[in-house]
């Protein structure tokens, strides 16, 4: 049995929001979703999740993060079959 099964993989990267700095907490999966989505839009990390911060609603951002990519996937996906 794996020692890492069970456990969180969480990473907290700091992240600067239209010159705040604050901190978000993703899975790495996610993390490397999010930087593929962004260098394909030619943005930086940072401009894409304050795109996503102020496009979101009740989501805390750490979700609306998760959300946002695996959206982008999921088009992805359905734009292939």
């Known amino acids: 049995m794996s020692k890492s099964r069970g456990k969180s993989l969480v990473v907290k990267r700091a992240i600067v929001i239209r010159g705040h700095n604050t901190s978000v907490s993703l899975e790495e999966p996610f993390w490397s979703g999010l930087k593929e989505i962004a260098a394909k839009r030619g943005a930086s990390l940072n401009e894409l999740v304050a ?31």
């Open 51 to 81: 795109q996503i911060n102020e496009a979101r609603d009740t989501f805390n951002l750490s979700s609306a993060i998760r959300q946002f990519v695996l959206a982008y996937y999921q088009q992805g996906v359905d734009e292939s079959l």
